[in-house]
């Protein structure tokens, strides 16, 4: 007599439990689009901070030759006197998360969430 692992009262049971565990992964564990700010970091403190809901057209500030530009999409490192360029070509940053930075000048481009929009803080 062959013996099975899973009988069909078992799996009548038990796939019911799994899908609502998919879904519920799928639906809690999608990042937030909520409020956006650009945090311009340069010589390891913070030297601009800026909610890009607030902006309206595009800005351009310089910090520490590193130029920077600033528009209701995202932010991006317009140029830089590194020789690489590797922060230029990093490109728009545009999701909570997105980083970019010069490491030989010390500048740093990060959008963050708003403060407002944090649901929990973990120690």
Sequence with gaps: MKRR?????????I???????????FFLARPRDGARRVVVICGG???LEVPLDALTETETHTFGGVE??????????????CPD????RTGLLTKIGD?????????AVKIVAD???IDAVAY
């Design 15 to 25: 796939l019911p439990l799994l899908l609502a565990a998919l879904a519920a992964l």
């Design 115 to 117: 403060q407002n929009d």
């Design 45 to 47: 403190e913070t030297v």
């Design 99 to 107: 980083t970019a930075a010069c490491v030989p000048q010390r500048v």
């Design 85 to 88: 360029q590797i922060c230029v």
């Design 68 to 81: 920077i530009e600033l528009s209701p999409d995202g932010a991006r490192i317009v140029s830089s006197p």
């Design 5 to 13: 692992i899973f009988s069909k009262t078992d799996l009548i049971l």
